[in-house]
């Protein structure tokens, strides 16, 4: 049996309140989660009211820093998925590394004037 180091309480049904309270006394939060922190059911009938405080301010600053926390990573992917977006916006259009095919006109034309050049000879 833990007595309660908040209020002196030594009810038997509240141990495992009271090493909630040790924990919180203690600063000690990851033990205090693991025992239950944020149940709002986990009472000790005998503890007094300023212990009941302490434990519900507690939960209740723990609660909100939660909430906090998943606020962030969701913006964090808002602002990463906007970004991945922007990037493929701007991606450079894919250029083409050949010379368009010349029309089949266009291209005897040319084969005629390089035939014709070559006949003159080199200058």
């Known amino acids: 049996m833990i007595p309660c180091p908040a209020c002196g309480c030594a009810a038997r049904d509240g141990t495992h309140v009271h090493a909630l309270v040790a924990a919180l006394c203690e600063d000690d939060a990851d033990r205090a989660l693991e025992l239950g922190l944020l149940d709002p059911s986990l009472a000790c009938a005998a503890c007094g009211d300023a212990c009941r405080a302490l434990r519900e301010t ?14 962030f990573r969701a913006r964090n992917a808002r602002l990463q998925h906007r ?11 894919a250029v083409a590394t050949t ?25």
């Open 58 to 71: 507690a939960r209740a600053q723990r609660a909100s820093a939660l909430a906090a926390r998943e606020r």
């Open 83 to 93: 970004q991945q977006e922007r990037d493929a916006r701007r991606k450079p259009v």
């Open 99 to 123: 010379a368009p095919a010349l029309p089949p006109a266009a291209a005897a034309a040319l084969a005629r004037a390089k035939a014709k050049a070559a006949e003159r000879g080199p200058r």
